[in-house]
């Protein structure tokens, strides 16, 4: 118990997930694979009290593809100054 109100100071993630565990849908996007989330989190065991109720019911929805932020940032770094883009 002591450690869940330790975590709760420490990560306000963590307070979030823990009002809303079990009351509500919680969607979490991210580009950072789960393996990651230690650098992120500052420990393992922070890491596994974040993760645990996000992954107890979990879908995982994988977007594999070009990344359209970075496509736009792309052309926007090529267009010269004070053009607008052409529309779609």
Same mark, same amino acid.
Do not use: K
């Given at each position: 118990? &002591?450690?869940?109100?330790? &975590? &709760?100071? $420490? ?7 823990? @009002?809303?565990?079990? %009351?509500?849908s $919680?969607? #979490? ?8 989330? #230690?650098? #992120?989190?500052?420990s *393992? @065991?922070?890491?596994?009290?974040l $993760?645990?109720? &996000?992954?107890? %019911?979990?879908?995982?929805? *994988? ?6 932020r $970075? @496509?736009?940032?792309? =052309? =926007?770094?090529? @267009? ?9």
């Amino acid at each position: 118990m &002591l450690w869940h109100a330790l &975590l &709760l100071l $420490l990560s306000p993630l963590a307070a979030l997930i823990s @009002r809303v565990y079990g %009351r509500t849908s $919680l969607i #979490v996007t991210t580009n950072l694979p789960f393996g990651n989330w #230690v650098e #992120v989190a500052g420990s *393992e @065991r922070l890491t596994r009290a974040l $993760l645990d109720p &996000l992954t107890n %019911r979990l879908h995982i929805l *994988e977007a594999n593809g070009p990344s359209y932020r $970075l @496509r736009e940032t792309r =052309q =926007q770094l090529q @267009r010269p100054r004070g053009t607008t883009p052409a529309p779609p």
